[in-house]
């Protein structure tokens, strides 16, 4: 599985961003996929998962705020983000995992301003 993310940019706060993760290799393989960020000086976290029966989950960090989908050929999935604020600033990472491993994609920086 080869994760490869795009997207990421420079927003105001308050303002909206669309991240995606084209996926490629053996994507019927893949059970769950999710996006995680990490700022500066901070550990990984786990922001939106989306499972192969559709199932979203979300912290409370940015629920109502973000959004996880994917297409319908499940070779694209998207992080919708709105009502940014300047702590979402990070580096956004798209991961994979199927029932022997998991995987990830290179990171797309998201910055916020205020």
């Known amino acids: 599985v080869q994760l490869q993310a795009s997207g990421g940019g420079l927003v105001q706060a308050g303002g909206s961003l669309g991240l995606s993760c084209a996926v490629s290799g053996s994507i019927f393989s893949i059970n769950t996929m999710s996006w995680y960020r990490q700022a500066p000086g901070e550990q990984r976290e786990l922001v939106a998962t989306?499972?192969?029966?559709?199932?979203?989950n979300y912290p409370d960090s940015v629920k109502g705020r973000f959004t996880i989908s994917r297409n319908n050929a499940r070779d694209t999935v998207y992080l919708q983000m709105n009502s940014l604020k300047p702590e979402d600033t990070a580096i956004y990472y798209c991961h994979a995992t199927t029932r022997t491993n998991y995987y990830w994609g290179q990171g797309t920086q998201v910055t916020v301003s205020s």
């Open positions: 989306l499972t192969l029966g559709g199932t979203t």
